[in-house]
Nanobody, 121 residues
């Protein structure tokens, strides 16, 4: 199986920065697309950013120009550098990885448990 663990969340003032990390572990053969999602209280989970194994990235319009997603394939880790944070960015941030294990042929989506980001006004 594959486990994803997020870290780096916390409390920050508007205009500040945070860097989230998500490390994948387990019987990993390959991880294709990875992404960050977030969910505010009482709202649905939404896509923040995705990145392919080759480094091609996409962003939600709400974070474009402020957030940067990156990955280190050797470490099976994906990052989200967040700058110019706004109160609207507050929520639980989840990491997702599309991965194939060493012992099974198909690719499946794996989710982390989330890390909380709170941006004060």
């Amino acid at each position: 199986q594959v486990q994803l663990v997020e870290s780096g969340g916390g409390l920050v003032q508007a205009g500040g920065s945070l860097r989230l990390s998500c490390a994948a572990s387990g019987s990993i053969f390959r991880i294709n697309r990875m992404g960050w999602y977030r969910q505010a209280p009482g709202k649905q989970r939404e896509l923040v950013a995705t990145i392919t194994s080759g480094g091609s990235s996409d962003y939600a319009d709400s974070v474009k120009g402020r957030f940067t997603i990156s990955r280190d394939n050797a470490k099976n880790t994906v990052y989200l550098q967040m700058t110019s944070l706004k109160p609207e960015d507050t929520g639980d941030y989840y990491c997702k990885g599309e991965a194939r294990t060493l012992y099974h042929p198909g690719y499946l989506d794996y989710w982390g448990q989330g890390t909380q980001v709170t941006v004060s006004s």
